[in-house]
């Protein structure tokens, strides 16, 4: 408070003063008439009486700014003023009632708003993260939190190269305005990272997109497309001409006895190479017509003890053992056996074939909750990074000889089973192969 009274109050000081000094002139201007000193005393009482109100009139419409002021300060847009019946009172009355209105409307519409992209947010399959002015987390929705398998408390308050893994990293290197298709493990992340502005100034936010089924589907149509193709002129092809060449074998008794043999001989390696040509390309059919999967309750346990069995002398001339970490008791689980079996002989090829000789695979059973998880982990080099985008890629492949069909395989029959997987290197060295049941 800048002085102890209010301008209103001095004003009325100072017309309680002046009238004092012109009554007390007037008292000995005109003592020695009485009549005429009362009726200028009774003047005086009504010039402050009207003077009063017209200060008191005057600063009405102060008071009512001054009590708008508060409310729109404490944010109260449902009280308004009643007209008073004066011609600019009123006029003022109306033009601050108009405006708490039309604040009281937009407040709502943005509440309903802000609700609404709440609720979008949420409900969205597609992630949401925002930045704030200084590039750090400052929101991420559910979505956002699955796709990076990361929590809420864990990313607030950090830049993006701040998140664990290498994928934060690529999501700092993201230009405003462009989007990129991120792997994080066997998942495909399209990221598109764009601007809005907060009170006059930019923020970034980024979106997520998974488009690892819709790439898989995309792939598999693809290389289906050409494997039926290629299967079906090298079928058409291999057929006759092993029929044709096994016909020829007739003719060896007409040649004679030092051509005979090698004749012989070169039909055989014509033939057998026509062989492994329909076995090489009948592997790759093998992917396209994979059959639904027969689900019946099996147990995981004793069907890896089953193939770790038959991959023993393998394990044995490598020097790699093989042994449980942990085997908690896990419910049977509604598997296609030989579709599985599949899948866990690939897996422990390659990682015996990763680790080469004298190393050591780890397996684990356990509980997640209520989803038992298998895991295979081994002691090898790990996944080279640039290799990591693409592993799960048909027909890539790091081996000198290999076709690149072992992860596609594992990946469709894992999908149609709807099994989620992961192939990651571990902190301590080598990869490891995990899927939930």
């Not at 999501?171 to 462009?178: H, M, Q």
């Not at 599985?340 to 074939?353: D, G, P, R, T």
Request: with cysteine.
């Amino acid at each position: 408070m800048r002085g102890r009274f209010s301008l209103r109050a001095k004003i009325v000081v100072y017309l309680v003063l002046i009238h004092l000094v012109l009554g007390v002139i007037s008292f000995f201007v005109v003592r020695e008439t009485p009549l005429l000193l009362l009726a200028v005393e009774a003047l005086f009482v009504v010039s402050i009486v009207f003077g009063v109100l017209l200060v008191r009139a005057f600063f009405v419409p102060l008071e009512m700014i001054r009590t708008g002021a508060e409310l729109i300060s404490e944010r109260d847009f449902t009280s308004q003023f009643r007209e008073v019946g004066q011609p600019e009172m009123d006029a003022l009355i109306r033009i601050y009632n108009g405006m708490i209105f039309r604040l009281r409307d937009e407040r709502l519409k943005l509440q309903e708003q802000h609700y609404f992209l709440d609720r979008v947010l949420s409900a969205s399959p597609a992630g949401v993260l925002t930045l704030d002015f200084d590039g750090r987390i400052d929101m991420l929705n559910s979505s956002a939190r699955q796709l990076l398998g990361v929590s809420t408390e864990e990313a607030l308050g950090k830049r993006l190269e701040e998140l664990e893994g290498s994928l934060g990293s690529e999501l700092a290197g993201i230009p405003v305005g462009e989007s990129r298709v991120l792997s994080q493990g066997r998942r495909r992340l399209k990221v598109s990272r764009t601007e809005l502005f907060d009170r006059g100034f930019p923020r970034s936010f980024l979106i997520f997109e998974e488009l690892t089924e819709e790439l898989r589907a995309s792939e598999k149509a693809a290389y289906g497309k050409l494997i039926r193709m290629m299967s079906h002129e090298v079928n058409n092809s291999v057929g006759p001409v092993s029929s044709l060449l096994d016909s020829f074998r007739g003719y060896s008794d007409q040649l004679n006895e030092e051509d005979r043999q090698d004749f012989t001989h070169a039909l055989a390696v014509a033939i057998a190479r026509m062989e492994r040509l329909g076995a090489f390309v009948n592997g790759f059919a093998e992917v396209v017509r994979l059959p639904p999967p027969d689900r019946r309750p099996c147990d995981v346990r004793q069907l890896l003890d089953e193939i770790l069995l038959l991959l023993r002398p393998q394990l044995d001339r490598r020097r790699i053992r093989c042994e449980w970490e942990r085997a908690e008791p896990v419910p049977a689980i509604d598997i296609d056996r030989n579709q599985i079996e599949q899948v866990l002989v690939n897996v422990l090829k390659n990682a015996m074939e990763a680790i080469g000789e004298d190393g050591r695979i780890g397996l684990r059973l356990f509980n997640d909750g209520n989803r038992p998880v298998l895991a295979i982990a081994d002691t090898g080099p790990g996944i080279p990074e640039d290799v990591r985008p693409l592993l799960f890629t048909p027909f890539f492949s790091t081996k000198r000889d290999g076709r690149g069909l072992g992860l596609t395989l594992i990946q469709e029959i894992l999908a149609q089973h709807g099994f989620d997987f992961t192939l990651e290197n571990r902190e301590t060295g080598g990869a490891e192969f995990k899927v939930g049941f």
